[in-house]
């Protein structure tokens, strides 16, 4: 009995609507709540007894995750975690069974598969208790939606005294249940033979390189949701556990802001201590927020709710930083006010100005512009941004590296 | 001789395309910008090549270093730690600018024209002053700095920033040689040569202007990139025309086409005038191209038509797609079939399956 784990990190070409923020960090690696999104995941699996070892698939270079993994290697000393690169693109399903001679290593009975750019507490403990309960090849965590964002997602209709799933579909155009995937799966190992069934049923025959090993054709991608899930819902093997918990996709870079505010809450009630506190002489700090202890806080400033302060950042006296996240290096003037916001690395935030976004109103969305106008939201200012003493940036994305000399609204600014 | 070419920082005017590939590697009539600038330099004689940088990514680092054998040249990156202005980095470079009292060249890199470097030291000779500044004719000068001279000589009086009245024509165009006398006027720190250096010299009566004669173009953003490449294009046809493609070739439409020798070209196609096609790119039948620069490895399917658009290396044009109105792609991205791109700036990898009806950035 040795779970295994896996999080599918997708790759540079797939990250495109975390920009600009990905155009300097591979979005798993962004930190909400004071480390990487990943990070969360990788807590998660710790607490998952007998879990040794932790797979990351992508098609990120090798070296994108080298130092992260040394990091994790010294946090989590008894978990083993190591990158896979994929070099060609196969579909989840398909690069799992691409890797599966890596997974199955050990014989482990079980294997959970996360996506990346989900954020939720992972009850992952109670996910594998229900799994053991019942005779199911797969369990899927589960959440309830508000009903119109409902079809964005892989919805689920369930049997709601024993949790088998009777039907999915992948984003589908009409309402079928409020009831959707959360990117969380337990499997057992015996997922590997439906896997290749479903690859055999989708291409008849299973070619073979002349190295024995199957190959696909392009256009021959196996994937996760829509080719295994379904298939399995069919035959009466996939089981739902539902969470009551938050959960939240994070697609756009604006995301990571109520996905920061989500996890820094739930940091309240489990490890309060790892919060900054309003101490005697200290800045003023409302509600939950994260400081690095390299960071400075200037004792008049106000902080919070919802604000994470990367390293080495600078906060000077007077400034207001709420509902955002602030990155390695920034430095912050004097009385400079920041709401709903993203400051990129190394940015320098100028005296009396103002940066201000607008708290997304839709659940998961992922629009950025709408009839070519840039939609209300968060606003983000990519790495190395200055913003000149008592302008406003509202509602904007900025590009890295660049100077704004006089206010903007409503922009993207390449 | 030596020579600092003024490269700065991230090249922002020109993104996408400096998302991916620093500005100076950005290839302009199928060779990247900063190899026509070498080119020349060595041409003239120059064996030492400063390059003021604000940052050196390793891509570059690596391809100067094969420049450096080709033209036999020493390449010396200078990187600025705060931004210097445009006069700051010849300070930070005394050691190598001031190392003799031969006279030095200083260009913005940015800058396209037939670089008539000979001439210029000729002339810097022979009048016997400091510096000397390369000026260009231009149609509406109340857009630019104005450079007045003396009444009959080549010395310079002084400069209008902006007129409103019409004081002349002739503009900075970026291109300088100086004495090495220049560098007891700059001090380390943020300088602009043009508002400080220059009219401290023009008062001490150091400084004449070359008149560019032929084009120049500053091609530091799309717009002026392609206008910048239809001059470079017509200076080709009248220098060398047999470095362009064929005009009696059957696609060949109104002359002044660049095609690298590894592109495929299919049937019935209408290209030119002024298209530059780089390497490995792949064209399919009856597509229609004009004003436009299809760079590295990119295709364009069967019956697309595109004007006035940069396509980014490796990038996909769908079948009877339609690119026009200073449209930028980044590299891989694909433009589905049918689809109408009307002034999209389009960061890399993106996919777009609708139309974009209206200038604008897809991030």
Redesign the interface.
């Given at each position: 009995m040795n779970p295994k784990a896996i999080i599918l990190v997708g790759g540079?070409?797939r990250g495109?609507r975390f920009?600009?923020l990905s155009?300097n960090v591979p979005k798993p690696l962004f930190p909400v709540a004071g480390k990487p999104i990943i990070s969360h995941h990788i807590a998660a699996l710790s607490k998952v007894e007998d879990l040794k070892e932790i797979l990351l698939i992508g098609f990120f270079e090798d070296s994108v995750f080298s130092s992260f993994l040394q990091d994790a290697a010294r946090e989590y000393p008894n978990l083993h975690i190591r990158y896979l690169r994929e070099y060609q693109s196969l579909g989840t399903a398909g690069g799992l069974y691409h890797f599966r001679d890596e997974i199955l290593r050990g014989n482990p009975d079980q294997v959970f598969v996360l996506h990346a750019d989900v954020a939720c507490t992972f009850p992952l403990v109670a996910m594998k208790k229900a799994h053991e309960g019942h005779r199911g090849l797969c369990t899927i965590l589960g959440t309830r939606v508000p009903r119109d964002s409902a079809n964005n997602f892989g919805c689920l209709v369930a049997k709601p005294d024993t949790n088998e799933v009777l039907h999915y579909v992948e984003k589908p155009e009409s309402f079928i249940s409020n009831l959707i995937s959360c990117g969380v799966y337990l499997f057992d190992c015996a997922i590997f033979d439906e896997i290749r069934k479903s690859l055999e049923n989708k291409k008849g025959n299973v070619e073979t390189d002349i190295y024995g090993r199957e190959v696909f054709q392009d256009g021959n991608k196996l994937r996760l949701e829509q080719d295994l899930l379904r298939p399995l819902a069919q035959a009466r093997k996939l089981f739902v556990h539902e969470t009551k918990d938050f959960w939240r996709q994070i697609k756009t870079a604006g995301s990571a802001v109520p996905v920061n505010g989500l996890y820094l809450e739930q940091l309240l009630q489990t490890n309060p201590e790892k919060l900054a506190k309003n101490t005697p002489g200290g800045p003023e700090i409302v509600g939950a927020v994260y400081i690095h202890p390299t960071a400075q806080i200037d004792p008049q400033a106000k902080l919070g709710p919802n604000v994470s302060i990367g390293p080495n950042v600078f906060i000077g006296k007077g400034a207001r930083v709420r509902d955002s996240i602030v990155l390695d290096n920034v430095d912050v003037k004097q009385n400079a006010c920041i709401l709903h916001a993203i400051i990129g690395w190394n940015s320098k935030i100028g005296c009396w100005s103002r940066v201000e976004g607008t708290p997304s109103a839709a659940h998961n969305s992922t629009a950025?512009?709408k009839s070519?106008l840039k939609i209300q939201s968060i606003t983000i200012l990519g790495k190395e941004v200055s913003v000149k003493d008592e302008t406003i940036i509202r509602n904007c994305?900025v590009?890295?590296?660049?100077d704004l000399k006089s206010s903007c609204e409503n922009e993207?600014v390449? | 001789m030596k020579a600092l070419i003024l490269v700065g920082g991230f090249g922002t005017r020109l993104r996408p395309l400096t998302l991916t590939m620093p500005k100076p590697l950005v290839e302009f009539a199928n060779k990247p910008m900063i190899l026509h600038q070498i080119e020349a330099l060595a041409e003239a004689g120059v064996t030492d090549i400063v390059l003021a940088v604000n940052y050196r990514p390793e891509v570059m680092v690596s391809i100067l270093q094969k420049y450096e054998e080709i033209y036999n040249v020493k390449i010396t990156f200078s990187v600025e730690t705060e931004p210097l202005g445009t006069a700051g980095p010849l300070a930070l470079a005394r050691d190598i600018l001031g190392k003799d009292e031969s006279p030095f060249f200083v260009l913005n890199s940015d800058v396209i024209c037939d670089f008539p470097f000979q001439e210029l030291k000729a002339f810097h000779e022979a009048h016997g002053n400091e510096g000397t500044i390369v000026v260009t004719k231009v149609e509406e000068p109340s857009k630019y700095g104005v450079i007045v001279n003396k009444s009959e000589s080549s010395m310079i009086d002084r400069f209008v920033e902006k007129p409103v009245e019409f004081v002349g024509n002739k503009i900075n165009a970026g291109i300088y040689i100086f004495n090495p006398a220049i560098l007891d006027r700059i001090e380390l720190k943020p300088t602009s040569i043009e508002q400080e250096t220059f009219p401290a010299m023009a008062a001490d009566h150091q400084l004449h202007s070359f008149t560019l004669e032929g084009f120049w173009m500053d091609v530091g953003q799309p717009k002026d990139f392609l206008t910048g490449t239809c001059l470079y294009l017509a200076n080709v046809n009248k220098c060398n025309p047999g470095a362009l493609a064929n005009p009696n070739s059957g696609y060949v439409h109104g002359g002044n086409v660049l095609v690298d020798p590894t592109a495929k070209i299919g049937k019935d196609c209408r290209i030119g005038p002024n298209v530059v096609i780089g390497p490995g790119v792949v064209i399919g039948d009856g597509v229609r191209l004009q004003r436009c620069v299809l760079l590295e490895g990119s295709s364009v399917k069967d019956f697309a038509w595109i004007k006035n658009t940069i396509v980014g290396w490796h990038s996909t044009i769908g079948r009877w797609a339609r690119l026009e109105c200073t449209s930028v792609l980044g590299d891989y991205v694909t433009v589905k079939d049918e689809v109408y791109v009307n002034g999209g700036s389009i960061l890399p990898h993106k996919s777009i399956s609708a139309n974009i009806t209206e200038p604008q950035i897809i991030m």
């Open positions: 540079p070409s495109t920009r600009p155009l950025v512009t070519g994305i590009l890295p590296h660049k993207i390449m | -």
